[in-house]
């Protein structure tokens, strides 16, 4: 498969009264059509900044662009005029956010705004519309779609208003699907489910889907492949088997050691320090403050992905000591 998404050399920074801080530094990043892919990092590691770099939803300022490309289906969305990406968003590519009681309207029943939607993009009338909206309810497996419609979101639990969010987000026909952390305020039971529809939904409907999320133990359950981003890096990346059998970053190994595998289990809690903060704007790896293992060489220069084997890649000078791994390739992945 071709290249259908890739992003290359993407730095994004932000304007603050101490001066600009990078919080994106993307060396490459690739998808292929169809595809589930999965980004996983702790909260400021960039995830969300990434997903609205990609829409264009960044406001600027404070945020600043400053280099990179964005690839999709060959043109970069990075040089379209915002009249272009509008008739992008929702038709091609589309978003589930992490809280849908801050996306949904609250003084709309959710039915009028998925009809609102189908209208606004599609030149169809208001009972056509109705028609494919309660098509939409029901695609996202909720019962008694009739009902939903002319409900509120504060009527809707938040697994059912995740499900709306799922259904606005399709509504267009997007191919492309961002996930930004769609479980995250939902129970266990509740984000299996969610989990369990958006893999059918990529199936049924073939769509890319890019699963942002800070637990690695969600990524395996529905991704295939896997990058691991740390302070607006990407540290780790391969396909989830190899990242998860064979973790080679310190990164990683922390973000598995945060997951409990038996009841009542103690888990390590992954530490974040205002020194990491400081290691923004280090020349070397973003890690270092934390790193149990980190060398001098790991401050002064910026560790280059290099290949371990088959599709894992890794950024890290400890990983490649005594030799490098799968070929001694040492380049981009």
């Known amino acids: ?8 050399d993407l730095r994004v920074s932000f304007k603050t009264f101490e001066g600009q801080k990078n919080v994106l530094d993307i060396n490459t990043m690739v998808l292929n059509k169809g595809e589930t892919f999965g980004i996983v990092g702790e909260s400021g590691a ?3 900044v990434l997903a609205l770099t990609i829409l264009r939803l960044l406001s600027s300022p404070p945020a600043v662009i400053e280099s990179g490309s964005i690839l999709f289906n060959g043109e970069d969305l990075l ?18 956010f992490q809280d849908p009681m801050s996306t949904l309207n ?12 189908f209208r606004n993009n599609k030149r169809i009338s208001r009972k056509e519309a109705e028609k494919e909206a309660l098509g939409m309810i029901e695609m996202v497996k909720l019962p008694d779609a009739k009902n939903i419609m002319g409900k509120y979101p504060h009527e809707l639990s938040g697994g ?19 996930a930004d952390e769609p479980t995250r305020n939902l129970d266990v039971t509740i984000q299996a489910g969610i989990l369990k529809l958006i893999a059918e939904l990529q199936r049924e409907l073939g769509v890319t889907v890019l699963f942002i999320a800070n637990n690695l133990g969600l990524v395996s359950a529905i991704c295939k492949r896997v990058a691991i981003l740390n302070a607006g890096r990407i540290v780790e990346t391969g ?6 059998k064979d973790p080679r970053h310190p ?5 598995l050691n945060a997951i409990p595998r038996n009841k009542g289990e103690r888990v390590n809690r992954v530490n974040t320090t205002i020194k990491e903060e400081r290691d923004r704007d280090l020349r070397g790896c973003r890690y270092y403050s934390r790193c149990v293992e980190k060398r001098e060489v790991c401050r002064d220069s910026e560790p280059v992905p290099g290949l371990i084997l088959g599709t894992h890649w890794v950024a890290c000078h400890r990983a490649f000591e005594g030799g490098e791994p799968g070929g001694g390739q040492h380049t981009e992945g």
Request: with cysteine.
């Open 106 to 117: 609250p003084v709309f029943t959710v039915g009028e705004q998925i009809i609102r939607v």
């Open 239 to 244: 396909s989830v088997r190899e990242v998860l």
């Open 1 to 8: 498969m071709g290249e259908y998404f890739k992003i290359k």
């Open 46 to 48: 960039g995830k969300t």
């Open 160 to 178: 059912q208003r995740q499900r709306i969010v799922i259904a606005i987000a399709l509504s267009c026909g997007a191919e492309f699907l961002i």
């Open 79 to 96: 040089q379209k005029p915002e009249s272009e990406m509008r008739k992008i968003r929702g038709r091609h590519i589309s978003m589930i």
């Open 251 to 255: 990164y990683t190994l922390t973000l």
